[in-house]
């Protein structure tokens, strides 16, 4: 077929709405030459650097696969950059999850303090960060992580390194027309970028994600009314107990010999110096904790002693938690008739949260050990999922932080090597 025919039929099909069969329809986009996604990035990143201050409202959804089965938000967000590094960042909003049923969020972080703020049950929830992760790991706890442009925030923003990125095209978005960048597979959890040709920051973003034997769909942030520097709209980042509300502080352990005064952009605060802080690692012995139950006993680390244990630190909040699941359950359907316990250290910091419900639901049977967020300050927890497998003296054996697609087969392994071969 000659070139002239071939963009005759195009326009035949795009002027009349005709969709060749197999094919998807998509959005208006410009016709256009190839682009370097790279160097589309890269202004980006540049674009990103030279904001002090930014504010939007974001709506967030399901698309695809994730359509209807993942919360709607919507929510103000600002975030300025903070004198000792990092940002500033406030959110307040609501989301709408099963059955209709509302719930709102109002959450704050100053550079050096995250607070949330709990009305059903009166209560701050106070964390003193150690590392910018502990942010967005703070927001998720309040099921907020999803509405905040966290990959802008980062310190090397639309972070690519290692993954291959490709230029989809242009898209209108609220106006804007925007180059369209993924970086990223979806089986891989990429991100898709939609950033706009006039100022280079994104208006909306695309986050892949897979609910478990599914495909990946689309968690999307749609960034709306973006205000930047002197334009943008301040946020509450310090937030202030209101009369009559308990404040809930996270406990921060106190290392001996550590420094304890270290904060959040300080030069030495990475990721390595903190480990020597107190985070547990393999060949550490397993601190005790004591947490209830799904039928309220009390159940202690030293109770196990002389067993295997698993504990797998998630939320219901935390997709990759969700997605990492039926892996443990595996393990303990493997190992249920040996000296092998497998705990769910479950984290949620929000009073609606129905942790034992979903594990009935998805028909997950091992032990759940409720309102974990003690265990998780005292582990230095940081990424969900974490998980640790312990020998039977309380040694860590195996230390696993993030999604892992072959999960059952390293924990099983690491079981192995105390039980023998099974």
Known sequence: ??????????????????????????????????????????????????????????????????????????????????????????????????????????????????????????????????????????????SARPVVAWEVLDEKAMDAAGKATKWLGAEKVGGEMCDVVQVGEPADHGVKYYLSQADHLPRRIDRFEALPGQEAGVRRLEIADLKLDDKSVAGTYSIAAPEGYAVRVAKRERVAGGDNERKLGDPDD??????????????????????????????????????????????????????????????HEK??????????????????????????????????????QPATETYKVSAFPTLFVLDKTGKVIFKEEGFSPDLFEKVSKAIDGVLGPQ
């Open 1 to 142: 077929m000659s070139t002239l025919l071939k963009a005759i039929v195009v326009a035949g099909f795009v002027g009349t709405g005709v969709v060749a069969s197999g094919q998807t329809p998509t959005p208006t986009r410009q016709a256009a030459e190839s682009k370097d996604a790279g160097a589309i990035l890269d202004a980006a990143r540049a674009a990103v650097a030279n904001v002090h201050a930014l504010s939007y409202k974001a709506a967030v959804s399901g698309v695809g696969a994730l359509e209807g089965k993942v919360p709607s938000q919507t929510a103000d967000v600002s975030a300025a950059k903070a004198d000792a590094g990092g940002w500033k960042v406030y959110t307040k909003g609501s989301q709408t999850g099963e059955g209709g049923k509302s719930q709102s969020f109002e959450i704050g972080y100053d550079g050096v303090t995250a607070r949330a703020i709990n009305e059903a049950d009166k209560v701050i929830f106070e964390k003193t960060v150690q590392e910018w992760p502990d942010v967005p790991t703070f927001f998720a706890t309040q």
């Open 270 to 331: 990475t990721k390595g110096h903190l480990a020597k802080r107190g985070a547990v690692n393999e060949g550490d012995m397993a601190p005790d904790f004591s947490l209830k139950d799904k039928d309220g006993k009390n159940v202690t680390l030293a109770d196990l002693k002389g067993k295997v244990v698993v504990m797998d630190f998630w939320g219901t909040w935390c997709p990759w938690c969700v997605k990492a699941m039926p892996q443990v359950q595996k393990v």
């Open 335 to 372: 190992y249920k008739d040996k000296d092998v316990v497998v705990l769910g250290m479950d984290v949620e910091g929000n009073a609606a949260a129905k942790p034992l419900e979903f594990m009935k639901r998805n028909k997950f049977t091992y032990n759940t050990l409720l309102d974990a």
